[in-house]
């Protein structure tokens, strides 16, 4: 023992800490960042130095050609004097001046110039009207304002007279009376009676009252038919109403599709089926080439709103799709709990089920609505002048005849921010209905 | 719902029942759905009849059968139809399906590929690979694919060369150059080498169809015996043998009877090999890296799917990475993978339409375009491209159903 306590008396150690150091350079800072993330292992270095090569030639050839763009030309021909003139002949440089000198025909397409106002004002108008449904933050009273935008907007960018979205919006309020109403004697009578006195006061009191009141009391602004729509405005248009119109219908047809009863749940399978079987260009043609042939003769309806007609059902088919996975997800022990509760079917599935399912779906939903607002550039197949056939007819004139790329960047960038935004949206709103972890 | 508030048996039937028992309920729900939807679907079709009836037009396929009268450029589905614009409307229209089931085709193989490469290296710890894999996904999701098709178009036939660019001057230089000496990419479209069937060729194709066939059996043999007795024989190796070696033998065997012909520029354009048009290739580059976005993200999702614990459970056991991958994680992500892929695959089948953008002669242009406007039959030709894009989709969900439950979880 004593042996052992002597060797280590005799030992050295030290008897202070050394000072610290500061670690190598390998692992400090970006040499250590750079070695974990671009260089961990031989094959991570030789791809990072592909992808740094993919960059570099992506970029070699795009840069100089964005930076040198020339914003301030009044044809093709100028932009590519000016750019003889200032850079050499073999210099690339995009020539925006296309972007500046047709800006106004891609946002507002032909509508009369003098009238840019009201799309304008109907956008912002939009904004507003959506604010209050998509961010909690703001009152929900403001809600009640959301729900007359849509009428507000149709009068500004159709114009006419003011009464006819007036007395179409009156229809809620009919609806909303009968269903008080009729609500007192039974649920399934309110339901029926409500959809059976707003049909009917839609299509045969409302337009009809409108003009007479039109005539009494003439309020309205100049009508543009909407074959003058065209550009952004033509695609968010299209968009918007498709996207508004098509939530709920989606929403009835999923039920169905989930629904017990035979009949309906047969008939809503074929014609989701059906209606997501064929492409939705075929679907365009057919409003556009056969819809009057279905309807009674002699009757000719405008085709914007036939095209928001077939891209509302074609986007509803898909939503209901969505819903439905929604509604497969929900645990069987909320359904049954709602049946034990004693509610009914649709006190259940508005209370319990649908809430719950539909934060479920909000990505798939999200997806269908960005899909669909996509979509809105196959109208130019139908002759609508969206802003990809606006580019068609900007090429036609004989200052921008060649002029490609400066166009497909310009419209793909105002999509990408569109549907980016939405994508974002739908990311923030999944964080904060995620309530398992709170 | 609750059995208490309906009135007992026997004690007479009330018309009330109809709306209050819910023993009758459904029963009334049908029915009137049922009329409602009678109703509607006869007061369309009176319709229709009144109106084809204004116009003289019987509802009548007999057109099917008359001469066509147009031309369709030369490609995959007129040389193989053997059409010619003597043909008939419905032989343009069977050409229009073999263009668009062979867009749809190659569309499908790329995207998977793309998406299955690019979803991987989403996941990459590499962080540059893995946000220019962010990035490739952002901008193909977020921008219409009609976009894309035109732009990659305006590509195809504004920035590559002309063919006579290819022509050698006498100092040896031309202004655009062959890939490989093999392959020119010009404005016209891009030229190929084209294989020359020789006299023996038969028997090499039927000797490696029988080869592919042996390397599956040998796949097949190899993984019984690992989960019947363990033993883990080589796999990739030997079945890439089996497949290959017979054929490169009988090749030189035979005095090589497949030969390539490669593209040679005489006067303004390539002649000889094989040319794919320019909307061709526009189209499925389009579609395939558009699809192969969204696929990306699926692939991705699907792997993360799979919990940690699964591959550090393989680790334990000692696989090697790849094998983890193979045996482990691939397994069960691709049940995930599976149903959104096949809704992807669907979408790209549809999308294929947007052909009419870029002028390649698909079904939507033969049948649902010229066939349509000669005749003007609309009502026929849109019930028959709608009927096919119908069956295309069902054939497709049926084949990925049958791959879905192949690969699902076997349950005990």
Known sequence: MSDTDSQVTNAYFRETMLAQQTPPVTETGAIKWLRENLFPTWLNGIMTIVALYAIWFILSH??????NGIWDAQSLSECREIRDATLGPDASAACFAVISDRWQQLVFGFYPQSAYWRPTLAFFLMLAGLAPVLFGAIPRRWLTAS??????????LWGGSVWVPAFIALGFVVGGLTARVLGR???MVALIGTVLIVGLYWAFIAVPLANAVHSILPIGIMAIPSSEFGGFMLSVVIGMAAIILSLPLGIVLALARASDLFLVNKLAIGFIEIIRGVPLIVWLFTASLLLNYFLPPGTNFDLTLRVIIMVTLFSAAYIAEVVRGGLAAVPKGQYEGADSLGLDYWQSMRLIVLPQALKISIPGIVNTFIGLFKDTTLVVFIGLLDPLGLTNSIRASTDWNGIYWE?????GLMFFIACYAMGRYSMYLERKLQRENR | MSSIS???????FHLSQLIYDTRYRSMTIQVVTFLLVVLAIWQLGSNLLANLANLGQEPDFGFLDSRAGYDIGSGFGTSIIGYTSASTHIDAAFVGILNTLLVAFLGIVLATIIGVIAGVLRLSKNWLVSRLMAVYVEAFRNVPLLLWIVLIYAVMTESTPQPRAFRVDEAGIADAYMVFDAIAITNRGVYLPGPIWGPNSGILIAVFIASVIGALVYRRYAKKLLFDTGRLLPMVWPAIVIAFLPVILLFFV???????????LGGFNFSGGMQISNPLVALWLALSLYTGAFITEIVRAGILSVSKGQSEASEALGMRANRTMSLIILPQAMRVIIPPLTSQYLNLTKNSSLAIAVGYPDVRATLGGITLNQTGRALECMLLLGLFYLALSLIISFVMNVFNNSMKLQER
Do not use: A, C, K
């Not at chain 1, 729900?147 to 500004?156: D, E, K, N, Q, R």
């Not at chain 2, 309906?6 to 007479?12: E, I, L, M, Q, V």
């Open chain 2, 6 to 12: 309906d009135s007992p048996r026997g004690s007479g």
């Open chain 1, 62 to 67: 795009i840069g100089p050609w964005f930076l």
């Open chain 2, 254 to 264: 035979l005095g090589r009877p497949v030969g390539l012909d490669y593209p040679v």
């Open chain 1, 407 to 411: 166009l497909y960047v310009f419209i």
């Open chain 1, 147 to 156: 729900m007359l935008t849509p009428f507000v907007i149709y009068f500004l």
């Open chain 1, 185 to 187: 004697l039974n649920q």
